[in-house]
């Protein structure tokens, strides 16, 4: 098994400096993301490999969907890991929670702008192929231009 098997990606250049686009991404997460209409709400970040990643999304049509895990890497400036198979719990204690990816945001000079990747992997095959089907690829897409949106000047 390579350790690209059962990875779904996507990436943009946005043309703006690296810094920029590490402060939009890892600190304005409000603001971009979740595709429109829906919105994200930050509840709590520990930003620090262990420290709990707690969010809200919230759909136009009263949808709420808790996203709750924890970081397994925050490299400053360069990347950030999440998992859902992990949380913790008020007291601090690890519990395993039902599995569904482990998620990558990350940047990289390119020209004079930057290279912004997503990757969710996934355990098996048949929840990479759900991920695909709830629409992967166009609402990381969206997420994704929205973040450029922002970086580049552009945002409504």
Known sequence: MSET?????????IDAPTDKVWDVLANRQEEWWCPRPWRVEVNEQDKRPGGVCRMTMYGPDGETAPQTGIYL?????????????????????????????????????????????????????????????????DGWSACARQLAEICEGKAA
């Open 5 to 13: 098997d059962n990875e779904l990606s996507i990436t943009l250049y």
């Open 73 to 137: 890497a925050f490299e400053e400036g360069r990347r950030f890991v999440t998992t859902d198979a992990i949380t913790l719990t008020e007291s601090g204690e690890f519990q395993p929670s039902g599995p569904f990816m482990i998620g990558i945001w990350e940047i990289e000079p390119e020209g004079n702008g930057t290279r912004y990747t997503a990757r969710a992997r996934h355990w098996n095959a048949e929840t990479m192929k759900k991920h695909d089907e709830m629409g992967f690829v």
